[in-house]
């Protein structure tokens, strides 16, 4: 019995230790049994096609393409697609759901009141500021959980789909910003018009009556606006930017900013146009770029008073300035002589305030290009050779001693100039000379070639580019509605790094604000302005200065790795949304297991998702999480 007991030990020990090992015949049917689930399931679920039809139903969530023989975290159970996404747009003129982790919270909609909620320019909040030198219209933000909204900024009743560019460039719906205030106040400079249900924008002015284009072509006649040496410009005061509108034909970007103040909505109306444009104002702080930044800079009747506080804010444009590029001033008080009964100002008070400009400009060494009737340019020097041995003679404003150039993130302004990087002969454009558009596009930028931002090389960059072109032919493939013209014009890059993003987009009808995140490397939002391309610093535990609704499509490369532990995931989703438009795409770039946790908050909040496998297959930890915001606007029964 004993024997027989031995034997049946080692029996039992001999086959558990060979479950223990499996052979390599066993690994290998287990292999090719997993492979065969996942191409079936592949076959099964359809891929991640073309979008059905208009007026499809929408019920599905996850688009699992996992492999079981992955070594990552596979996508929980329950959350197989059964169906594509719809991208397509459905209101032009008048989802899916599974649990890939447990649903935090559905989130209500916020109340009418906040349907243009801009947190941190928010009009109430703002009158507890200081109201000297307009500090109360800069960005003040919600100081505690408590201010936060934790509801969805509803759309307007009535809402559609903004026209498609070019279309877009001289009409928007009016239920989508209805304000007629602006066509009361500036109807006889030909800004916007009331046309039945939609807004006209007849190109117009307060100092183009003839409209923006002939008010370009006169700008043209006195530097060179056509032949790519001008890419980048910057529209202070913007009103309805229709200077930017037209300057997009001649390949020219501007960003366009105007406060919050008593034209409403100006900057909204700007967005609706497909115009580049934010929120911003000069009052204290640096505007939220970097040095060496525009090819150009304008004023058209912007009400700054760049004689006052020393020049200061002469000075911040003369900052954001390249080597070499050109100020555009017109409207008060240039050709006073001829505007001043119109003006309602005396000529001896217009005449003083021409002369401070022209002085202050002086004392920043720009040379006075031109003055033609309602237009006078001045040119910044491309180096401080000259400049600073003036500075024997003209103590002021003095160079700034040790400060970031391009720090502008609730940075204040100085009355000091920035100091252009070192030359070594008089023709030498200080920083580097850019090649002309578009060329400069993918031209190595100075900044990279002189390796002024720390640990990338010319090498890298190259290879960002090229990576990019790669990611975005893979956007397309997933996302069909992304190669069709007229789907999606605002675009926003949440973490654009080099640009790349938009650089791959260059040849498509949309415009991208690229946006450089505070807490990463911020050096390279001057690599984006040196490509020709246009954005700005941004924290994201904050709110952006935009209105509700800006972007058609949002893209969000590692921006939940970058803020992990820095802010709640909540806040960055819940003010993605509010710049969302209704039936907008968002494509978010991250580690599976955040997507995870990202679109258990996301079920919540009306947005259809699917999660879909990176461009390198399944093997890869990083994946995507395709986003399509659901229709509906205040009075919806969703509410």
């Given at each position: 019995m004993a024997v027989g007991a031995t034997a049946a030990k080692l029996?039992?020990?001999?086959v558990a230790g060979a479950a223990r090992r499996p052979s390599l015949l066993h690994l290998a049917a287990v292999a090719v049994l997993c492979s065969l689930s996942y191409l079936l399931g592949i076959w099964h679920h359809g891929g991640f096609s073309a979008a059905p039809a208009a007026g499809a139903g929408a019920g599905v969530s996850i688009a699992t393409a996992v492999s079981c023989a992955s070594p990552t975290p596979t996508v929980p159970a329950g959350s197989s697609s059964s169906g594509p996404l719809d991208f397509a747009a459905h209101h032009t003129a008048e989802g899916m759901e599974a649990e890939a982790a447990p649903r935090q919270r559905a989130y209500e909609a916020c109340p009418a009141k906040y349907s243009e909620y801009t947190p941190c320019e928010d009009v109430e909040r703002s009158l507890r500021f200081s109201r000297d030198r307009l500090v109360y219209r800069e960005r003040h933000c919600p100081s505690s959980d408590t201010e936060r909204l934790r509801c969805l900024v509803p759309a307007p009743r009535g809402?559609?789909?903004?026209?498609?560019?070019?279309?877009?460039?001289d009409v928007a719906w009016f239920a989508n910003v209805p304000h007629k205030e602006l066509t009361v106040e500036k109807a006889v400079q030909n800004w916007i018009r009331v046309d039945g249900d939609?807004?006209?924008?007849?190109?117009?002015?307060?100092m183009f009556p003839r409209g923006a284009g002939a008010y370009i072509d006169d700008i043209g006649?006195?530097?060179p606006l056509h032949d790519g040496s001008i890419r980048t410009a910057l529209d202070t005061g913007c009103g309805v930017a229709s200077w930017g509108a037209y300057l997009l034909s001649r390949n020219i970007l501007a960003m366009s900013f105007a406060p919050r103040d008593s034209h409403e909505a100006q900057v909204q109306f700007a967005l609706e146009r497909g115009v580049p444009a934010m929120i911003g104002v000069l009052a204290s702080n640096r505007l939220t770029y970097p040095a060496r930044s525009f090819d150009m800079a304008h004023c058209s009747r912007c009400l700054i008073p760049w004689q006052l506080y020393d020049g200061l804010y002469l000075i911040e444009i003369d900052r954001v300035l390249r080597p070499g590029g050109y100020w555009i001033l017109s409207g008060p008080p240039i050709n006073w002589k001829k505007h001043w009964k119109g003006w309602a100002r005396t000529k001896e008070d217009l005449n003083a305030e021409q002369q401070a400009i022209e002085k202050v400009a002086r004392n920043l060494c720009w040379k006075k290009v031109k003055e033609e009737g309602d237009i006078a340019i001045w040119q910044k020097p491309t180096n401080h050779i000259h400049?600073?041995?003036?500075?024997?003679?003209?103590?002021?404003?003095?160079f700034c001693s040790s400060q970031n150039p391009d720090a502008a993130w609730y940075d204040k302004m100085e009355a000091c100039i920035t100091p252009l990087p070192e030359v070594s002969d008089l023709k030498e454009v200080a920083g580097g000379e850019l090649k002309k558009w578009p060329e400069r596009l993918t031209a190595v930028p100075p900044r990279i070639a002189s390796g002024s931002i720390e640990g990338v090389t010319e090498d890298m960059y190259v290879e960002d580019t090229e990576l990019w072109k790669r990611r975005v032919g893979h956007y397309k493939s997933v996302i069909s509605q992304f190669g069709q013209?007229?789907?999606?014009?605002?675009?926003?890059?949440?973490?654009a790094k080099f640009g790349g993003f938009a650089a791959a987009l260059v040849d498509d009808p949309v415009w991208v604000m690229n946006m450089v995140p505070t807490v990463g490397n911020s050096t390279t939002l001057g690599v984006i302005y040196e490509r020709g391309l246009i954005g700005s610093y941004q924290d994201w535990c904050e709110g952006m200065s935009t209105y509700p609704r800006t972007y058609d499509l949002i893209h969000a490369d590692s921006v939940f790795t970058l803020y992990n532990g820095r802010c709640e995931m909540e806040n960055i989703l819940l003010e993605m949304d509010r710049i969302l438009r209704p039936e907008g795409t968002i494509i978010i770039r991250d580690d599976v297991d955040l997507l995870v946790k990202i679109k258990s908050i996301a079920d919540g909040m009306r947005w259809n998702s699917q999660i879909v496998d990176h461009e390198d297959g399944p093997l890869v930890r990083e994946k995507l999480l395709l986003v399509v915001k659901t229709y509906w606007t205040l009075?919806?029964?969703?509410?």
């Open positions: 029996h039992l020990s001999s809402y559609r789909n903004p026209f498609p560019w070019p279309a877009s460039r939609k807004f006209r924008f007849p190109g117009g002015g307060t006649r006195i530097i400049c600073k041995v003036n500075r024997k003679v003209i103590k002021s404003p003095p013209k007229g789907r999606y014009r605002n675009l926003l890059d949440m973490n009075g919806d029964n969703k509410q």
